[in-house]
């Protein structure tokens, strides 16, 4: 199981544990600004699943109007990277899997197309 969330919230201001719980994976390409390595309590931090630094700025650029051809860009990425895939597939099959990322908007995100893509057989 794949769920995603924002590396910045902290797990212990939550109403509901469940929502960070689970082996976390920061699929950023980029170290968050700010964030300490404790206070990620990161289990895995695995950048061969992040979009590739043209993508990211090209997303940047446009915004997330163009989110869905974000989305199939991103995708085909993931396509060529099938040992990260299998990677976090293997984990998910194993553990309840938090891919954590770090941008503001929640919705508009890489990590949200991951767990999509995840999820998918």
Excluded at 34 to 43: F, H, I, P, Q, T
Excluded at 82 to 100: K, S
Aim: proline content about 5%.
């Amino acid at each position: 199981m794949f769920v995603t969330g924002r590396i910045y919230d902290d797990p212990n201001d939550t109403d509901d544990p469940e929502d960070t719980d689970g082996y976390r994976v920061l699929v950023d390409r980029l170290w968050p600004r700010g964030m300490s390595k404790e206070r990620a309590r990161l289990d895995l931090w695995c950048r061969e699943a992040a979009p590739s630094k043209e993508l990211r700025q090209w997303f940047h650029e446009v915004g997330p109007d163009s989110f869905e051809e974000f989305a199939e860009r991103y995708r085909a990425e993931l396509d060529d990277r099938p040992d990260a895939i299998e990677q976090l597939r293997d984990l998910g099959e194993r553990h309840r899997v938090v891919l954590l990322y770090g941008t503001r908007d929640t919705e508009h995100n890489h990590a949200a197309v991951l767990a999509d893509y995840l999820a998918e057989a």
